[in-house]
């Protein structure tokens, strides 16, 4: 059975037993065990921070949400329930999250969902970080996806890749992915990819879970698009498993029972390990 399925029948039992909702969702007019009935979608937020993220949600005019947020497999839904317990309360946790990472503490200017740095080039990044030094951490976040989204080759996009990208690419992305087609296939890895030349402070994360093998190859390729070891070095691949573990840790060592119940709550409904399953690093090779 394929990730996507196990964590599917995961969700469907996790509406039922941790919820209490048997009714099931909709989508595309057929029903699905592990999405919400649409009017509950809020409740696909963990109630250790369901009211605090919904009131900090409606005060963010930039921040909207993804059209299929009340499928409880939502890739979105999954980012704001692991990254805002840290910046609730003006930041307060969010030394936690930034000692996990092996990040900097000091000097943080902004902590944010759905940054968009540049409106003419309009990439949208799942979380950002950014340092008063100029250093920016950009994070890219996946769930039950089984790649990264390719895009249509139409004129609006091809005079933008004539435009903004062609340029871009140059000195990050290995020639043999700079031409209209690859790119058009790689479309969310390579844009995503070109802001290592924001700046020599900017750093790529992505996160996503080592048991979804259809994504992770695919992940473990992405250091192949980089021309050199300059830009290598700036680029981290987090599994979301071994991640949560070292929150969790980090979270009993600060003596914080709530995120600890956060995390706690989050590995119940989003952690799927296969049986003997090893979690390490992706080496950069």
């Not at 005019?61 to 059209?67: D, G, Y």
């Not at 004539?162 to 969310?188: A, D, E, G, H, P």
Request: glycine letters at 6%.
């Amino acid at each position: 059975m394929s990730f996507q399925s196990q964590l599917k029948d995961h969700l469907g039992d996790y509406k039922i037993s941790n919820l209490g909702i048997p009714e099931d969702g909709f989508w595309r007019s057929k029903p699905y065990r592990h999405i919400l009935p649409k009017e509950l979608y809020k409740l696909n937020i963990l109630e250790t921070i369901r009211d605090e993220f919904w009131d900090y949600f409606e005060s963010q005019n930039a921040l909207k949400m993804h059209r299929y947020f009340y499928h409880l497999n939502s890739s979105q839904a999954m980012c704001f329930n692991l990254f805002y317990p840290f910046i609730m309360d003006n930041n307060r946790y969010l030394n936690i999250l930034l000692g996990t990472l092996g990040l900097p503490t000091n000097g943080v200017s902004e902590a944010s969902f759905e940054k968009v740095i540049d409106k003419t080039e309009g990439t949208n990044f799942d979380f950002y970080i950014g340092y008063e030094n100029g250093m920016q951490i950009l994070f890219e976040v996946k769930l039950q996806e089984s790649g990264f989204g390719s895009a249509i080759n139409n004129e609006e996009r091809n005079k933008k890749f004539k435009r903004i990208y062609k340029k871009r690419m140059r000195n990050i992305i290995s020639t043999r992915f700079q031409n209209r087609l690859v790119f058009f296939k790689y479309y969310q890895l390579i844009r995503n990819l070109t802001y290592l030349g924001y700046n020599d402070k900017t750093h790529l994360f992505f996160i996503l879970p080592f048991e979804n093998k259809a994504l992770e190859n695919k992940t473990s390729e992405l250091i192949h698009f980089l021309i050199d070891g300059k830009y290598k070095d700036r680029v981290n691949i987090q599994f979301l498993e071994n991640l949560v573990s070292g929150l969790v840790k980090k979270c009993e060592t600060a003596g914080d029972d709530l995120l600890k119940k956060h995390f706690d709550w989050f590995t119940s409904k989003y952690i799927i390990l296969s049986k003997g399953s090893v979690k390490t690093k992706k080496p950069y090779t």
